[in-house]
């Protein structure tokens, strides 16, 4: 039973930003865990063991509550769920795939046009209305997410500037790579849009188990068929798998499945192209790799487009879910 608390209710910018701002943090580390395993182990198999063991650290948390609240769910939220696991399952095999095939930055410039998706359909099917500053706040937040994508094939060489990789996206044998770093684009703004449809009326820790485990035995099969083996790898490989699915998806992606039930699936799309602005940061303070001008520029810009989407995007006080 879901009840509001009236002594609990904060204004709520400062709550989803700060929910927000933690999962953006925590899905920019992402691509070094992925880089690092992907030196010896297949992308598939990533993938598969990513959403395996976040499953795992979500099943005591989903079985908790569903001891507490026991729930019969209906056509249309089994319906939701199983979109909602199979959108993801499917983006993570697309997205991670495409890096074997493409440079980080193409694909990077096209998995970040998910809130693009998000925005054009979420009227029509989640009935919630784009204000202005979504709008303006989209615009300039996914140009400086292409931006910052592109920027590792942007140079300036005796005062001329290009960039050598942005107009060869689905050219030569960069393609294959770039169409699924496109499609997890558009599987990654199919997760978000069920999510939204269903989150308001299922917690947050069986959400997150269910959908999760969706994604994690639909991977698995895909492995299996693939016929890819799981076992026999160093086991550095399987701590930065365990690392991805703790740190990104567990924290990460729950982050943003929690402000789904609060927020309009196309603000919370935008919020993703925080993504590369935080692996910069992390890069910098981790690695010592300074940011180029480029990439400092499109981080204000996504920064800035963040900011202004903010604006009206919520309701004023968020609801505090407590189980009975």
């Given at each position: 039973?879901r ?18 701002f933690?999962?953006i ?7 070094f865990?992925i880089?690092?395993?992907q ?12 959403m395996?063991?976040a499953?795992l650290l979500?099943?005591?948390?989903g ?5 507490r609240?026991?729930t ?19 983006h ?7 890096l074997?095939?493409t440079?980080?930055?193409s694909?990077?410039v096209?998995?970040?046009?998910a809130?693009l998706?998000v925005?054009?359909?979420?009227p ?7 204000t ?5 706040g ?7 997410g ?11 060489v ?15 044998s ?5 169409l699924l770093?496109?499609a ?6 199919a997760?978000?849009i069920?999510g939204?449809?269903?989150?308001n009326?299922i ?7 269910i959908?999760?485990?969706?994604a ?6 895909m ?7 799981v076992?026999?790898?160093a ?5 930065w ?7 990104p ?9 929690w402000a789904?039930k ?5 603000f ?10 935080g692996?910069i940061i992390?890069?910098a303070?981790?690695l ?25 995007a919520a309701p004023?006080?968020?609801e505090y879910?407590k189980?009975?």
């Open positions: 039973m009840e509001v608390i009236p002594d609990k209710q904060v204004d709520n910018r400062a709550k989803y930003l700060a929910g927000l933690a999962g943090l925590a899905v920019s580390t992402a691509s865990f880089r690092f395993a030196q010896e182990v297949p992308s598939l198999v990533i993938a598969a063991g990513r395996t063991f499953t979500m099943l005591p948390f079985l908790a509550e569903l001891k609240n026991p019969a769910f209906n056509k249309k939220q089994i319906f939701h769920l199983g979109f909602a696991g199979a959108a993801l399952g499917m993570f095999a697309a997205w991670i795939t495409s074997e095939y440079s980080i930055a694909s990077v096209l998995v970040t046009t809130p998706w925005a054009l359909v979420s029509a099917l989640l009935k919630e209305r784009l202005k500053p979504v709008v303006i989209l615009l300039i937040a996914l140009v400086g292409i931006i910052v994508g592109g920027s590792g094939s942007c140079s300036t005796q005062g001329k500037f290009t960039c050598s990789g942005i107009g060869d996206l689905f050219a030569g960069h393609s294959l790579g770039n770093a496109f997890g684009a558009l599987l990654s703004g997760y978000l069920a939204r449809k269903v989150r009326t917690s947050l820790p069986l959400y997150t188990l959908v999760y485990g969706i994690a035995f639909l991977l698995s099969m492995v299996v068929l693939k016929g890819d083996k076992t026999g790898y086991t550095i490989s399987y701590v798998v365990l690392a991805l699915a703790l740190i998806q567990a924290v990460g992606h729950t982050a943003f499945n789904l609060y927020l309009p699936a196309a919370v799309s935008i919020a993703l192209l925080g993504e590369p602005v692996t992390l890069a303070l981790l010592h790799e300074a940011p180029t001008f480029l990439e400092m520029m499109g981080g204000l810009m996504v920064l800035i487009g963040i900011a202004v989407a903010t604006r009206k004023k006080k968020i879910e189980s009975q």
